[in-house]
Nanobody
Framework: QVQLVESGGGLVQAGGSLRLSCVAS????????MGWFRQASGKEREFVAA??????IYADSVKGRFTISRDNAKNTVFLQMNSLKPEDTAVYYC?????????????????WGQGTQVTVSS
């Protein structure tokens, strides 16, 4: 059974940084692309970033501030978030893609973590 467990969320002031981690188990982790999504209160869940074996993609709203990376040996994907803004406040979810290819589409992801709360104060 595939399980994803996120950690690293918390409360930070605007301009600060956080590093989220997502540990995966139950599948051959290195074969698939991985993604981060977020859902702010009262809003739909949205794409943040994704990583394949060799490439990354980002939402325009986080490009230049967030960096996604992975450690296949540890079955872990990271999201380094710098220059945080109050509008980054959300529950952040990691997910595994159904294929090795990058995608911004939630339907392309088949397993999801429980989420970790990130709150950025102004």
């Amino acid at each position: 059974q595939v399980q994803l467990v996120e950690s690293g969320g918390g409360l930070v002031q605007a301009g600060g940084s956080l590093r989220l981690s997502c540990v995966a188990s139950g599948r051959s982790f290195s074969t698939y692309a991985m993604g981060w999504f977020r859902q702010a209160s009262g809003k739909e869940r949205e794409f943040v970033a994704a990583i394949s074996w060799v490439s990354t993609i980002y939402a325009d709203s986080v490009k230049g501030r967030f960096t996604i990376s992975r450690d296949n040996a540890k079955n872990t994907v990271f999201l380094q978030m710098n220059s945080l803004k109050p509008e980054d406040t959300a529950v952040y979810y990691c997910a595994t893609d159904r294929s090795p290819r990058l995608s911004r589409l939630q339907a392309q992801y088949d397993y999801w973590g429980q989420g970790t709360q990130v709150t950025v104060s102004s």
